[in-house]
């Protein structure tokens, strides 16, 4: 039995990489490959803006981690960040956390692992807001969403800045062994909410915002590139972004790997409505996410698979 369960790991990791090919070979099967061949130069540009998303969030987690006392090579916090990716289409993203692996032999604990992660959606949660508004601010009739969402987020902010999370942690966290699973699960949470308070002080809440607002904002610039593909439509930057991030916000708030399904449809209809034809826009759609989800998950198998024979030493 022991030796079967050794075979688990391997096996889940499997039936992942065949989730991700499977659905990747559904969206390939709608793509016109003769306007992306015509405008290979386009998708080139938008694959360059993804990597800058990427980098800009590897700096950001580096520094996270460096804030809660964990130092990292650059080299070795790119790969293992650039491995969650593999992980992506997991529901809220939760299969990142797989990162936490590569740590644990270097004596980070996974507490300060899922707060540099919470961490992370925090800040993305409030760009990818920010950046949708955009849409907004062009009507006076929703400039009160934009004012809903935005105290939503500054009362989420003011509770976890404000609650006293390493007091709830002591309370909960059980005394014999004989306590409830609920209570030590609740009590991991408030550990990593504790720790993630480091992470919302105003200085590096300030600097994860505005690096997570370049990340998303790039790649948002990459869909009003490849909208070029099309020139008899007029399609700005603002734009082009706010409907990225509307589209990454209702697929995030779907819960579906990855978005599945719920990004795309959003993208695909605010395109629609923006001029493009419901065929261009499709096109448009399925290319964004190629050269920013698909490229994402293709990178990430490829960390994972160079992190394979890593070894602590490659922390500085």
């Known amino acids: 039995m022991r030796q079967f369960s050794r075979f688990i790991p391997h096996a889940i990791v499997a039936v992942f990489a065949a989730w991700c090919l499977f659905s990747i070979r559904h ?34 987690w580096r520094s996270y981690l460096a804030a809660l006392g964990n130092t ?7 790969l293992t960040f650039t491995a969650g990716f593999a992980y992506t289409l997991s529901p809220g993203k939760f299969g990142e956390m797989i990162r936490a692996r590569y740590y644990l032999p270097l004596g980070i604990p996974v507490s300060d692992v899922t707060a540099s992660f919470f961490g992370e959606r925090i800040t993305d949660l409030l760009a990818v807001i920010a950046i949708a508004s955009l849409l907004f601010t062009a009507s006076h009739r929703y400039q009160v969403v934009v004012v809903a969402g935005a105290a939503i987020i500054v009362l989420a902010l003011a509770m976890l800045m404000l609650v006293p999370w390493a007091s709830v942690t002591t309370r909960l966290t059980p005394q014999d062994q004989r306590a409830s699973l609920i209570r030590s699960c609740l009590a991991s949470l408030t550990a990593s909410l504790a720790s993630t308070r480091t992470l919302l002080r105003p200085g590096i809440l300030i600097w994860g915002f505005i690096l997570a607002l370049l990340a998303w904002g790039a790649e948002g610039a990459a869909l009003q590139l490849l ?3 099309y020139p008899q439509v007029p399609f700005s930057m603002s734009s082009a972004i706010a409907i990225y991030g509307i589209s990454i916000l209702i697929g995030g708030l779907s819960f579906l790997p990855g978005g599945l399904g719920s990004t795309e449809a959003a993208m695909t209809a605010l395109l629609a409505a923006n001029g493009f034809t419901v065929g261009e826009a499709l096109i448009l759609t399925l290319t964004c996410r190629l050269v920013t989800l698909w490229f994402a998950v293709a990178l990430g198998w490829g960390a994972v698979i160079l992190l394979r024979p890593k070894q602590p030493a490659a922390v500085s």
């Open 27 to 60: 969206d390939l099967s709608q793509l016109s490959l003769a306007v992306i061949a015509n405008s290979w130069n386009l998708v080139v540009l938008a694959l360059l803006l993804s990597l800058l998303n990427f980098a800009l969030r590897i700096v950001r």
């Open 227 to 229: 909208g070029t593909m």
């Open 72 to 78: 990292l090579g650059l080299g070795f916090a790119a």
